[in-house]
């Protein structure tokens, strides 16, 4: 039985154990020489907007620190940081090294798994697909190391959570073609970040179209079983929708439909793969002499590179139309363009939503590859190589300019 499940599953783990090495070595380089990927001296957005720093220092990952916009956050990850955090309070006592600096560790070690698991879900259901063997895992690379995947697995942030509970809600539609199992996983996905229900939404309209008794069947069981679970875990005082609308209106970005346009393909779509454009600004609190905010100064390369695959994303989806899944991963993207390119919500800092959609990016792009025919497979690998070639670039130098402000204002103690 072990055996025989070990064989089932046997490239899902080497995948697994891959990936996991990987971002555990880049993560130990960052941690021998600075913090700035988890404790930034209580400052927001001192690397592209991301609030790591700050949601370390408070702890958001094992105290009831939610709010109308992560509504169950605290209460699923805390299953397994409360422990996480227990043990580095133990271990600091034992061997005197700092409680933060092991419990970053540990918190970032977590999401290397968390992250690992999609990847893995991501790569069984390609694999569901047949494709090439190099198409495959060429494709898989092109995951691994773009940019949202690399930077929310290696920074300590809410979104590589959410990410889970979107490509497991995905997972689980392309397994169960009739099952409430789907409404039962429609919780994380609503618990830890409110706005992706509407990827629960959205299945069930490509599901079941005009059949509006299957509508009433699952958000009746929907709507119980979430309602049991805020009631539970004291959540109901969050559900304060117009409060959550008033206090994100200060981040909608109201410039001209042309303004729009340019940042939803450089700052929205380019960093779905590639490190988005940046640059190094004084900044001047907590001793943070500096920061690196987003910009439109992106590699033209690379973007006509990405626009390659845009439009690869885009006959995808035609020739794929019938197919749920290509469908699922269509509206996921359109979704998030309409969400911070037209109504504009952090569109300024955009590269951090990508986590949110990169993955269908990916889906898309292999089901495109699925057509291809034998003969003309060669040609396909062969861009796929040179886009994995300048993924890494683009990445790893990203990284490296983190890396180096990282050791400059925050260099680890």
């Known amino acids: 039985m072990i055996r025989k499940t070990y064989m089932k599953y046997k490239e899902e783990l080497i995948i697994f154990l891959i990936v996991a090495t990987i971002y555990t070595l880049?993560?130990?380089?960052?941690?021998?020489?600075?913090?700035?990927?988890?404790?930034?001296?209580?400052?927001?957005?001192?690397?592209?907007?991301?609030?790591?720093?700050?949601?370390?220092?408070?702890?958001?990952?094992?105290?009831?620190?939610?709010?109308?916009?992560?509504?169950?956050?605290?209460?699923?990850?805390?299953?397994?940081?409360?422990?996480?955090?227990v043990i580095s309070q133990f271990l600091s006592s034992k061997i005197g090294i700092r409680v933060d600096y092991l419990y970053g560790i540990g918190l970032t070690l977590l999401q290397i798994a968390v992250s690992s698991i999609s990847i893995t879900l991501i790569f069984s259901y390609l694999k569901s697909l047949?494709?090439?063997?190099?198409?495959?895992?060429t494709i898989m690379g092109i995951?691994?190391?773009?940019?949202?995947?690399?930077?929310?697995?290696?920074?300590?942030?809410?979104?590589?959570?959410?990410?889970?509970?979107?490509?497991?809600?995905?997972?689980?539609?392309?397994?169960?073609?009739?099952?409430?199992l789907l409404d039962l996983a429609a919780i994380p996905l609503f618990g830890i970040t409110v706005s992706n229900i509407y990827i629960y939404v959205l299945n069930l309209i490509i599901k079941y179209k005009t059949q509006f008794k299957k509508y009433i069947k699952h958000l009746t069981v929907f709507a119980l079983t979430s309602y049991i679970a805020i009631i539970m875990t004291n959540s109901i005082s969050l559900l304060n929708t117009v409060s959550g609308i008033k206090d994100n209106s200060a981040y909608v970005f109201n410039g001209t439909w042309i303004e729009k346009i340019k940042m939803i393909l450089f700052r929205l779509l380019y960093p779905s793969i590639y490190f988005p454009g940046n640059e190094i600004t004084t900044?001047?609190?907590?001793?943070?002499?500096?920061k690196m905010m987003q910009t439109d100064n992106i590699n033209i390369?690379?973007?006509?590179?990405?626009?390659?695959?845009?439009?690869?994303?885009?006959?995808?989806?035609?020739?794929?139309?019938?197919?749920?899944?290509?469908?699922?991963?269509?509206?996921?993207i359109l979704f998030n363009i309409f969400m911070h390119g037209i109504v504009g919500f952090n569109l300024l800092n955009?590269?951090?939503?990508?986590?949110?959609?990169?993955?269908?990016?990916?889906?898309?792009?292999?089901?495109?590859?699925?057509?291809?025919?034998?003969?003309?497979?060669?040609?396909?690998?062969?861009?796929?190589?040179?886009?994995?070639?300048?993924?890494?670039?683009s990445n790893g130098q990203g990284f490296i300019k983190i890396f180096n402000l990282g050791v400059q204002i925050l260099p680890r103690l």
Do not use: W
Request: with cysteine.
């Open 301 to 332: 390369i690379y973007f006509v590179i990405f626009m390659i695959i845009l439009c690869l994303c885009i006959a995808s989806i035609i020739i794929n139309r019938k197919d749920d899944i290509v469908k699922l991963s269509a509206g996921i």
């Open 130 to 137: 047949k494709l090439n063997k190099t198409t495959l895992y």
């Open 143 to 180: 995951f691994l190391f773009s940019f949202p995947q690399l930077f929310m697995s290696l920074s300590i942030e809410r979104f590589i959570y959410a990410q889970l509970s979107i490509i497991l809600f995905i997972y689980l539609v392309h397994k169960n073609k009739e099952n409430y």
């Open 283 to 290: 900044y001047g609190v907590n001793g943070i002499n500096y």
């Open 26 to 85: 880049i993560s130990g380089i960052f941690f021998y020489n600075t913090t700035i990927l988890y404790e930034t001296k209580n400052t927001f957005d001192v690397i592209l907007d991301s609030d790591s720093g700050v949601l370390f220092e408070r702890n958001i990952f094992v105290e009831n620190k939610d709010n109308n916009k992560h509504i169950l956050f605290s209460k699923i990850v805390s299953i397994i940081a409360y422990p996480i955090f």
């Open 350 to 393: 955009a590269n951090i939503m990508t986590i949110h959609f990169g993955f269908a990016i990916i889906i898309l792009l292999a089901h495109f590859c699925k057509n291809i025919k034998s003969e003309n497979i060669k040609s396909v690998n062969l861009f796929l190589i040179i886009v994995l070639t300048t993924v890494i670039l």
